[in-house]
């Protein structure tokens, strides 16, 4: 199995620029479909962008489209996600996610989450 460790999180002014970072140890994340997902108090855990396993196709949520990027470097075994033009809705804890089947549930796996807050 897989374990996951985010970082890179922390409190930004809107506009600003974030990059976090998404460490993988056990396993090589060429294995699996990736994805940041994120979830803002009182609400549920979303899908910010997905890249799938092999060709490094990405998926966004309109939320984030255009000012996130997501990208991994399978050499350093890690997966990253460049965000841009941070809004305070943006604020949120972000969290990496590990999926064999691109299923995106409790038997995939999940780091601990980094805390990203955009305020003014």
């Known amino acids: 199995q897989v374990q996951l460790v985010e970082t890179g999180g922390g409190l930004v002014q809107p506009g600003d620029s974030l990059r976090l970072s998404c460490a993988a140890s056990?396993?090589?994340?060429?294995?699996?479909?990736m994805g940041w997902f994120r979830q803002a108090p009182g609400e549920e855990r979303q899908v910010a962008a997905l890249?799938?396993?092999?060709?490094?196709?990405?998926h966004y949520a309109d939320s984030v489209k255009g000012r996130f990027t997501i990208f991994r470097n399978n050499a350093k075994n890690t997966l990253y996600l460049q965000m841009n033009n941070l809004k305070p809705e943006d604020t949120a804890i972000y969290y990496c996610?590990?999926?064999?089947?691109?299923?995106?549930?409790?038997?995939?796996?999940w780091g601990q989450g980094t805390q990203v807050t955009v305020s003014s």
């Open positions: 890249i799938s396993k092999t060709n490094n196709i990405s």
């Open positions: 996610a590990a999926s064999s089947k691109a299923t995106w549930g409790p038997s995939d796996y």
């Open positions: 056990g396993r090589a994340i060429s294995d699996y479909f």
